[in-house]
């Protein structure tokens, strides 16, 4: 009963680098998000996917990187590495809509730290 | 402004007493409203979710939504130490999936045995 995977689960990079952080999910949803959380700001929403092939913005895309090769892996790519991204990123899935669509499965997070 | 605001608290509570979180939002398109449970370094889970106004309960716990004031609630009875946790509005319109989903700053809760 996996649910959500993410991984790592801590990293601390230096400015500049680039890194993937993985996710999976074993519920055959179509949506995929990441989210990143930082305080006083809340969760907000990197990159989301409705489905293998397709990805798209959200509020804060810059700086990070999505593809959708199958349904179950959403990989968030950071590009070049800044101390702004330091924040914990959660990858999450759902259905697609309806009341369903409200049940959004988050994974146990990643804690990113930019030195 | 921000489309949803929540108090960030915190709030310390004695283990039994109602817990009462609420949150405000300014888009009047709105209509799923859901509040989260976030543990310590975990993942947020779904506690509750409403469409439109009104009230649903779940054991303990009591969602309401008032439309007319851009205003939800969650209430806790018989608060216990295990509910001790950062707890998270989110909504969303009708009609869009769950990319469309915006978030409360959330209220960090503390039950005192």
């Known amino acids: 009963n996996a649910g959500v995977t993410q991984t790592p689960k801590f990293q601390v990079l230096k400015t500049g680098q680039s890194m993937t952080l993985q996710c999976a999910q074993d519920?055959?949803?179509?949506?995929m998000s990441w989210y990143r959380q930082d305080p006083g700001m809340g969760l907000r929403l990197i990159h989301y996917?409705?489905?293998?092939?397709?990805?798209d913005q959200g509020e804060v895309p810059n700086g990070y990187n999505v593809s959708r090769s199958t349904t179950e892996d959403f990989p968030l790519r950071l590009l070049s590495a800044a101390p702004s991204q330091t924040s914990v990123y959660f990858c999450a899935s759902s259905r697609s809509r309806g009341p369903s669509g409200n049940t959004i499965y988050f994974g146990e997070g990643s804690w990113l730290t930019v030195v | 402004q921000k489309e949803v605001e929540q108090d960030p608290g915190p709030l310390s509570v004695p283990e039994g007493a109602i817990v009462s979180l609420n949150c405000t939002y300014s888009n009047s398109a709105f209509q799923y409203f859901m509040w989260y449970r976030q543990y310590s370094r975990k993942g947020p889970e779904l506690l509750m979710y409403?469409?439109?106004?009104g009230n649903k309960e779940d054991g303990r716990f009591t969602a309401q939504v008032d439309k007319s004031s851009k205003y939800i609630s969650l209430f806790i009875r018989d608060s216990q130490p295990s509910d001790s946790a950062t707890y998270l509005c989110?909504?969303?319109?009708?009609?869009?999936?769950?990319?469309?989903?915006?978030f409360g700053t959330g209220t960090r809760l503390t039950v005192i045995p």
């Open positions: 519920m055959n949803h179509e949506y």
């Open positions: 409403t469409y439109s106004s």
């Open positions: 989110a909504m969303r319109p009708g009609g869009t999936g769950a990319n469309n989903l915006f």
């Open positions: 996917s409705v489905g293998a092939g397709i990805t």
